[in-house]
């Protein structure tokens, strides 16, 4: 069992930064990859990052190459998603969860509660 908590989150300016948060607890967190999803009112839920137990491989939506950064620290238990460069279209409420290192969400079978993003034009 993995229990998975998501402080961070909250309202930024357009072009302007966050970092999410990820807290784990359970055996399994530091042999397992951890993703990072979100989803928009009314729309499914979608890949936005990932990376594998040892932090060495990382996977990315084409829509935040470049300006989101995944990274965990397992001494900590701990995953982040460093957000730069923000977007209105990044506004959604963000999950972190562990599986596989995959983009679907069938992939993991563990998930935090969610943390609304709102970015600002």
């Known amino acids: 069992q993995v229990q998975l908590v998501e402080p961070g989150g909250g309202l930024v300016q357009a072009g302007g930064s966050l970092r999410l948060s990820c807290a784990a607890s359970g055996r399994t967190f530091s042999s397992s990859a951890v993703g990072w999803f979100r989803q928009a009112p009314g729309k499914e839920r979608k890949f936005v990052a990932a990376i594998d137990w040892s932090g060495s491989t990382s996977l990315y939506d084409d829509s935040v190459k470049g300006r989101f950064t995944i990274s965990r620290d397992n001494a900590k238990s701990m995953v982040y998603l460093q957000m730069n460069d923000l977007k209105p279209e990044d506004t959604a409420v963000y999950y972190c969860?562990?599986?596989?290192?995959?983009?679907?969400?069938?992939?993991?079978?563990?998930w935090g509660q969610g943390t609304q993003v709102t970015v600002s034009s």
């Open positions: 969860a562990v599986g596989l290192l995959r983009t679907t969400t069938a992939a993991y079978d563990y």
